[in-house]
């Protein structure tokens, strides 16, 4: 029986002394291919565990499976499934907004309309970054990434612009230019190298 199962287990977690417990579960055999790498994944005592972990808590959090959660600043909204098929179209089961000063759920149908209208600010933001970084010029990779040298690469980028920032904190600025204003001795269309190594550099 699981319970029985269950007590089995927390019984023999008792003695043990590296903080780990033991988690059984029983998975349909057409959705474990799917659900067991992601499982291994997520509970990894590793930072991609806990990245992936953090990343879980907004849906955990949700009463209803969430179809998409999107994010700003200081306001959330969230559509929620399962989806519903009525015909042709498929419908959300409702939705939430979370701002300041406001919660508001959604019925399937306004939670469809925000839906459609964030894809599309998202498709929208992203091909004007690929139109203003000129992305079509440069060559198509893969999508996949040899982990191991893009995050060392990756994380020496991140490191010397900590640097670099250290620096700057330490030595006032002498400069006529106005605050802000990092890229006035750049081409019009070009970066300084501060703005290539990451955000926050003024």
Known sequence: MPVFRKAMDWLADLP????????????????????????????????????????????????RPPIAIYR???????????????GDHWF?????????????HLNPFEAQALHRHMEKAIEDAIVAWVRDHDLHAM???????DRKPADRAAKAMIAAWASGQREAD???????????????????SAMCKACRKGPDHV
């Not at 030595?171 to 750049?186: K, L, N, Q, W």
């Open 170 to 188: 330490a030595v006032p600025d002498t400069s006529p230019g106005e605050a802000g204003d990092c890229c006035s001795s750049e081409a019009a």
């Open 72 to 86: 700003g600043d200081l306001s959330t909204c969230r559509i929620d499934g399962p989806w519903q098929v009525a």
């Open 92 to 104: 959300p089961l409702g939705g939430l907004i979370l701002s300041p000063g406001v919660t508001a």
């Open 16 to 63: 043990r002394r590296d903080r780990k417990v033991t988690y059984r579960a029983s998975i349909n055999a057409r959705v474990a291919p799917h659900v067991m790498p992601l499982l291994n994944r997520i509970v990894a005592d590793d930072e991609d565990g806990d990245t992936l972990r953090n990343s879980l808590i907004p849906w955990q959090r949700a009463e």
């Open 139 to 145: 060559r198509p990779v893969p999508e996949e990434i």
